[in-house]
Nanobody, 117 residues
Framework: QVRLVESGGGLVESGGSLRLSCAAS????????MSWYRQAPGKEREWVAT????????IYADSVKGRFTISRDNAKNTVYLQMNSLKPEDTAVYYC??????????WGQGTQVTVSS
């Protein structure tokens, strides 16, 4: 059974930091591309960051570049999102996403991040 379980969300003041974690199981994590997405109230889900399976290459949305860092620990089957200098507009439900080599796609249940001004 595939599971992606996010954690680490919460309420933080503007300028603060949070680290999200996504624990994966039930699929070949090490060979999968992992991403974070977010969805703010009343808005469509948007892509935030991606880390490739090999080489650890990372890419970021312009809105978070320089503030957020995605990383992975293949030994722990976990992907992280370190979020610094948080802004109220970062408030959203953050979702973990996995795309396997066979292009199967999986989603977590999401974790709420609220940034107060």
């Amino acid at each position: 059974q595939v599971r992606l379980v996010e954690s680490g969300g919460g309420l933080v003041e503007s300028g603060g930091s949070l680290r999200l974690s996504c624990a994966a199981s039930g699929f070949a994590f090490g060979s999968s591309t992992m991403s974070w997405y977010r969805q703010a109230p009343g808005k469509e889900r948007e892509w935030v960051a991606t880390i490739r399976s090999t080489g650890g290459n990372t890419i970021y949305a312009d809105s978070v570049k320089g503030r957020f860092t995605i990383s992975r620990d293949n030994a722990k089957n976990t992907v992280y999102l370190q979020m610094n200098s948080l802004k109220p507009e970062d408030t959203a439900v953050y979702y973990c996403n996995a795309v396997t080599r066979s292009y199967s796609t999986y989603w977590g249940q999401g974790t709420q991040v609220t940034v107060s001004s």
